[in-house]
């Protein structure tokens, strides 16, 4: 599965490598009303495609529940460096509202186990309702 730049909740991670600081601004923008998977991956990765499938498909069913950016470790090694490396891929970190909430969800997460995530982070207090800002 090869996804476009943007396909409903999905997004591949454009900007310059080792640029974290440019990483951190789009996790903040991106996790503000919903968790946000960042998700480490290949294209050559059977199970990275797999779990693209599968964030599709959740897209689907729980649409606006959460967002997934996803970080191309071929074409940014220096930003997998600065951020910590990973141990294979795909390899996740799950954000809400720019703070880490789940770190490094190694290997193929199944779809029920990444549902079960959005749904625990969007009812955690502090948590908005999906698509609504929190009031200021």
Request: proline share 7%; with cysteine.
């Amino acid at each position: 599965i090869v996804i476009a730049p943007q396909a409903g909740a999905i997004v591949n991670y454009k900007g310059a490598d080792g640029d974290v600081a440019a990483l951190n601004d789009k996790i903040r923008e991106m996790s503000k009303s919903h968790p946000l998977f960042v998700m480490y991956f290949a294209e050559w990765c059977g199970f990275c495609r797999s779990m693209t499938a599968d964030f599709l498909a959740m897209d689907k069913e729980m649409p606006g529940t959460f967002g997934v950016l996803r970080v191309d470790v071929n074409l940014y090694p220096g930003l997998v460096d600065a951020v910590g490396g990973i141990r294979g891929t795909p390899e996740t970190d799950v954000f809400l509202d720019g703070k880490l909430a789940h770190r490094r969800i190694p290997g193929r997460a199944f779809k029920n186990v990444l549902i079960d995530i959005v749904r625990k982070l969007s009812s955690a207090p502090g948590a908005s309702p999906a698509g609504v800002s929190p009031s200021p």
